[in-house]
């Protein structure tokens, strides 16, 4: 049997029921933020780097309006630029592709090189700079964001694993 599956560029908000699920999860993400922004050690970071990442993610999926987007960016780059190396592809991946400026975008890169090869693929790093261009290009137009991410995942030849 073949089953087809289309893919949608907004998160499918079919009504209030959905909108609530995705508040809801949003809410989840932040208190595990908050509980975890407290205790300052590399395990609660990686935490943070996760929650971060899902929040933003969340926020640029569903075209919310939100000035937290900014404040997470940078508590999201704060945390890349303090990490050893990078353990998880995922957060790394949503964070830094947001990455607009030089200065964010030099720490992806530096955290990119603190990384072992064995855990980072390049095809990780192919992406979030063809993300940068993608933005670089727009200027001062938003593209949308889940067409985006469709359109650069699907020109990899290997799919990233995002472990």
């Given at each position: 049997?073949?089953?087809?599956?289309?893919?949608?560029?907004?998160l499918?908000v079919?009504?209030?029921?959905?909108?609530?699920v995705?508040?809801?999860?949003?809410?989840?993400?932040?208190?595990?933020?908050?509980?975890?922004?407290?205790?300052?050690?590399?395990?609660?970071?990686?935490?943070?780097?996760?929650?971060?990442?899902?929040?933003?993610?969340?926020?640029?999926?569903?075209?919310?309006?939100?000035?937290d987007?900014?404040?997470?960016?940078?508590?999201?780059?704060?945390?890349?630029?303090?990490?050893?190396?990078?353990?998880?592809?995922?957060?790394?991946?949503?964070?830094?592709?947001?990455?607009?400026?030089?200065?964010?975008?030099?720490?992806?890169?530096?955290?990119?090189?603190?990384t072992?090869?064995?855990?980072?693929?390049?095809?990780?790093?192919?992406?979030?700079?063809?993300?940068w261009?993608?933005?670089?290009?727009?200027?001062?137009s938003?593209?949308?964001?889940?067409?985006?991410?469709?359109?650069?995942?699907?020109?990899?030849?290997?799919?990233?694993v995002?472990?």
């Amino acid at each position: 049997m073949v089953r087809h599956f289309s893919l949608s560029t907004t998160l499918p908000v079919d009504g209030n029921q959905s909108l609530e699920v995705v508040k809801d999860l949003e809410t989840r993400v932040k208190n595990i933020y908050s509980l975890h922004r407290k205790i300052g050690n590399s395990e609660n970071d990686r935490v943070r780097f996760l929650s971060l990442a899902t929040l933003i993610y969340l926020r640029r999926a569903t075209g919310t309006p939100s000035d937290d987007l900014h404040i997470y960016m940078s508590e999201g780059i704060e945390i890349i630029e303090n990490m050893d190396q990078c353990d998880n592809l995922l957060p790394l991946f949503l964070i830094g592709s947001e990455a607009r400026n030089d200065s964010d975008r030099l720490a992806v890169l530096d955290l990119v090189a603190r990384t072992p090869k064995s855990v980072l693929c390049d095809g990780t790093m192919g992406m979030i700079q063809c993300l940068w261009t993608q933005h670089d290009l727009a200027e001062d137009s938003s593209p949308d964001y889940l067409r985006m991410l469709i359109a650069v995942i699907s020109q990899c030849t290997i799919m990233t694993v995002f472990l």
